[in-house]
């Protein structure tokens, strides 16, 4: 989570190839740069193409990340960029919406472009963001979690604070893993437009 010159919230979950060090000091240089790169206030879509090539440029082939980013505004307008990551989820009363990936992830091509897709919130309405090891996470069975069990779980909780949104995915995963043991890293991140004044 960063804030922008003008007081926007720009926010980004990504996901690295691959585990252990090598992949953690391959997500610290990822964040570094974007960080970097949303001090110069570049807009949305060029910012991840610009990301997308130095990364390609200072890492090996094999290094690419899934990554959304997006930049929320106290009017409610929040603006989404996804590249190759499990789609965010915008959580209204009136159901959910998912946002696909718009590109490839980056790192994979140096010249790779990238489109937005802006939402606007409502006062209590939500956005929902996590990594692969949430919908991937599989029961005793041998069945994956998935995202139609994570849209329904979050349908039934709109207007819920992010606190309550987190807990009851991690309640919920846990209950649906039972036994089985954690395959893969997890990050879950949920914010929400404010009641009363403008504001995230």
């Known amino acids: 989570l960063i ?28 964040s570094a740069m974007l960080r970097t790169l949303i001090s110069v206030g570049l807009p949305l879509a060029t910012l ?5 090539r ?17 930049c929320a505004s106290a009017s409610g307008e929040v603006e989404i960029c996804n590249a190759g990551h ?21 790192g994979m091509f140096s010249s790779e472009q990238f489109s937005s897709h802006v939402v606007r919130l409502d006062p209590g309405e939500s956005v929902l963001l996590y990594s692969d090891g949430l919908i991937e996470t599989q029961s005793a069975a041998g069945v994956e979690y998935g995202i139609d069990r994570l849209s329904a ?30 395959a893969d890293d997890l990050t879950v991140m949920a914010f929400r437009r ?7």
């Open 3 to 30: 804030r922008g010159r003008g007081g926007e919230l720009y926010f980004a979950v990504g996901d690295v190839a691959g585990k252990g060090v090598a992949a953690a000091m391959l997500m610290s240089h990822l």
């Open 86 to 106: 499990p789609p965010p989820l915008v959580i209204r009363e009136s159901g959910i919406t998912a946002i696909d990936a718009t590109g490839l992830p980056i």
């Open 48 to 52: 991840m193409e610009r990301a997308s």
């Open 153 to 182: 779980l979050a349908a039934s909780g709109a207007r819920r604070a992010p606190t309550e949104v987190l807990g009851a995915c991690v309640d919920d995963l846990t209950r649906f893993r039972g036994v089985q043991s954690v």
């Open 54 to 70: 130095v990364f390609c440029e200072s890492t090996l082939p094999s290094h690419y990340a899934t990554l959304v980013c997006g």
């Open 194 to 200: 404010a009641f009363g004044e403008a504001g995230l």
